[in-house]
């Protein structure tokens, strides 16, 4: 056994010759360029990764949109945000998903709890600082809404509220109806938006049970409500 001693940032390196092996037993040693060298320093490389999309689904499911999908790039950062559009050319972001760093074939998913009411398009962008984004294939979803609603509170004092889950530009009539069928009350409303509440004044109906009617282009959806 021999060993030699270097005096570059001075580290001990033994070496052990044995018959047809050489076996090498290094203990760290540190290399720095002295003040004014002219040796260019390298600078590590941040090169964005490039996306394997394996799959993108986007089905209605009932009033929702569900969408699904599946990548093959490991060590992803940064987020998916999720675009829909309803002509395929201009964009709105709905929502985003952070992406899941550390395995292969990573699954995600995503449900769009307001969809429009026919034809929409859907996909994916994923961002991340300094990247260029990168986007996924577009997927068409129709989507026909029928009308969700929900009367609260019941039972009910001076003002009954309706929460309304309906295709926008939506018009419907609500009407305040005796067990007999009479009107004693009846409002029109045309919606702005998808989801949208709406209430009526009840003051001053005598206590009893009635029905509130809401009555759209597909038929009418009495709804029985108790005054106090």
């Not at 060590?75 to 201009?90: A, H, N, P, V």
């Not at 699954?107 to 990168?134: C, F, I, K, W």
């Amino acid at each position: 056994m021999f060993c030699h001693k270097l005096f570059f940032r001075t580290r001990r390196v033994c070496i052990t010759a044995i018959p047809q092996l050489l076996f090498y037993s290094v203990i760290s040693a540190q290399v720095s360029v002295p003040s004014g060298s002219d040796v260019p320093r390298v600078e590590p490389m941040n090169v964005p990764l490039a996306i394997t999309w394996l799959t993108f689904k986007a089905e209605a499911s009932g009033p929702l949109v569900d969408l699904n999908w599946s990548i093959g790039t490991d060590g992803l950062l940064g987020s998916f945000s999720i675009e829909r559009s309803t002509d395929g050319q201009t964009w709105s972001v709905i929502g985003s998903v952070p992406t899941i760093p550390g395995k292969l074939a990573q699954l995600y998913a995503y449900q769009d709890s307001l969809p429009l009411n026919g034809v929409s398009y859907y996909r994916l962008e994923h961002m991340a600082a300094g990247d260029t984004p990168q986007v996924s294939v577009v997927e068409p979803v129709t989507v026909t809404q029928s009308m969700w609603y929900l009367v609260h509170p019941n039972p009910v004092r001076g003002q009954v509220h309706l929460s309304l889950l309906a295709p926008k530009n939506h018009h419907l009539s609500l009407l305040l109806l005796t067990p007999e069928g009479t009107a004693l009350k009846r409002e029109e409303w045309s919606l702005t938006s998808a989801e949208q509440s709406v209430d009526m004044d009840i003051s001053g109906v005598p206590t009893g049970l009635y029905f509130l009617d809401i009555v759209d282009e597909r038929g009418s959806h009495p709804q029985k409500i108790a005054i106090l």
